[in-house]
């Protein structure tokens, strides 16, 4: 089969049925099971269906299996499986919400067995050519740290329209760039159906994916992460300067749901308020409050993952990963002053207005 064909196919049929699929789920004998309606801590107005986890799920993995299923099950058995059930388990919340501690719980015990079974670690860091292997404990520690921060920075930024889509997007087609050791029709597949998704899932937003999309698309995302940062150096990118960029661009590339994660639980330890407590801290609710549109803050989170990544691969390479970490947490430090910054600005405004 020519691999314009090989390739190509499976993410048109991705797209054509994550489409179709969200399409049929908007219908009201559907989308009456899972409309969330707007108030609370909620940044829409309308009631919104948040099923689109379910066309996500369906366009995407049973393609790739259509067309890949024998060496998905054969290398990725319990990555898919763990795919799945973290699917279902954002299933039965979107249906009936089960509590944090709950969800919690759930995702530590399914993270627990595919880093066990699925032996999906971080093993090893290569830092500025010194090359340090973890020990086993502790990389499976680590691992399912890495692995439930994930999942949630992802499922915290699911606060506005086309947001957490595009960054998951964005993190698929960078990761297929520098070509992480993973199939690649399952990544097209992903990225043909984000991409579906997000035509429903822009502002004004027609669909959400719900907790079945956050959660499985966040794993996958925490489950690539992984692999792109372990990939064998015998199967190196030509697009990477060198195997030691691995970590630096991955995290650059998902840097804007470790940021804003990472600033609100901060914000909310100083302050005594729970960690798992749902507030309007978040940046994007933020840059709301001060008149951006959902829009304007897509693009303004898609411009800075571009301009990171230019500064990593033109940075790190010359300073080492040591000081281009350090400022990386300069840059951040100054983005949390910005947004400071814009609200006080803000507040100034409205108060002499």
Excluded at 144 to 149: A, K, M, P, S
């Amino acid at each position: 089969m020519p691999s314009i064909i090989k390739f190509f196919l499976p993410a048109l049929i991705a797209f054509a049925a994550t489409y179709g699929i969200c399409k049929i789920l908007l219908k009201p004998a559907f989308a009456r099971y899972f409309i969330e309606e707007p108030g609370g801590n909620k940044l829409h107005r309308n009631p919104v269906p948040a099923s689109g986890g379910i066309a996500l799920f369906i366009g995407i993995l049973f393609t790739a299996l259509l067309f890949e299923g024998s060496l998905l099950f054969q290398n990725y058995f319990y990555i898919l499986l763990a795919f799945v059930l973290l699917f279902l388990l954002g299933l039965i919340d979107d249906l009936k919400p089960l509590g944090w501690m709950v969800k919690l719980g759930a995702q530590l015990i399914l993270i627990i067995g595919v880093v066990l079974l699925a032996d999906l670690r971080i093993e090893s860091v290569l830092l500025d050519y010194s090359f340090f292997k973890i020990p086993y404990t502790l990389s499976v520690f680590l691992s399912i740290g890495v692995l439930i921060f994930f999942i949630n920075a992802f499922n915290f930024i699911d606060g506005i329209d086309g947001l957490a889509t595009t960054v998951a997007l964005l993190f698929i087609l960078g990761l297929m760039y520098f070509r992480i050791p993973f199939s690649p029709i399952f990544l097209m597949c992903t990225g043909a159906g984000l991409f579906a998704f997000r035509r429903l899932n822009k502002s004004p937003a027609k669909i959400f994916m719900g907790d079945s999309g956050s959660l499985s698309i966040g794993f996958l995302c925490a489950s690539l992460f992984i692999l792109f940062c372990e990939g064998d150096v015998q199967v190196s990118s030509t697009n990477l300067y060198s195997d030691q960029l691995r970590l630096p661009i991955a995290l650059t590339l998902f840097w804007y749901p470790l940021f804003d994660t990472l600033r609100v639980l901060l914000i909310r330890l100083s302050s005594g308020k729970s960690l798992f407590k749902r507030d309007k801290k978040h940046s994007y609710s933020l840059l709301l409050r001060v008149g951006y549109s959902h829009n304007q803050i897509v693009i303004v989170v898609v411009l800075l993952t571009i301009c990171q990544l230019a500064i990593c691969l033109l940075v790190a390479p010359r300073v080492g990963l040591i000081y281009y970490f350090m400022f990386q947490v300069v840059i951040w430090l100054g983005l949390h002053g910005m947004l400071l910054y814009i609200m006080q600005n803000h507040k100034k405004i409205s108060n002499n207005s």
